[in-house]
């Protein structure tokens, strides 16, 4: 089983930066596709970014194309998020997910991740 928790959420103003931290524990981490998703107030979950298992397949949604920065330090279990040049509409709760082990493609999508954490909340402020 795999176990995923975020941190490093908090408030910050429109053009700055904070970099989200997704732990990971399990017997699979080390393959697994993860990915960052966002779900601003009132609105569904929708995808950010994603990664493969060696970081060479990388993948961002438009609205945080040249912002955000996802990497991956499998040595530490740990997925990032940078998060740069910040906008209100970037207020919402982010959660990390995984694949499963045996799904080596990044995906778009929240129906193929398989775990998910507990979020983290960023409120950016205009």
């Known amino acids: 089983q795999v176990q995923l928790v975020e941190s490093g959420g908090g408030l910050v103003q429109a053009g700055g930066s904070l970099r989200l931290s997704c732990a990971a524990s399990?017997?699979?981490?080390?393959?697994?596709?993860m990915g960052w998703f966002h779900q601003a107030p009132g609105k569904e979950r929708q995808f950010v970014a994603t990664i493969n298992y060696s970081g060479d397949s990388i993948y961002y949604a438009d609205s945080v194309k040249g912002r955000f920065t996802i990497s991956r330090d499998n040595a530490k279990f740990t997925v990032y998020l940078q998060m740069n040049s910040l906008k209100p509409e970037d207020t919402g709760v982010y959660y990390c997910a995984s694949r499963r082990r045996q799904y080596s493609t990044i995906s778009l999508t929240e129906y193929e991740y398989h775990y998910w954490g507990q979020g983290t909340q960023v409120t950016v402020s205009p």
């Open positions: 399990g017997r699979t981490f080390s393959r697994n596709v």
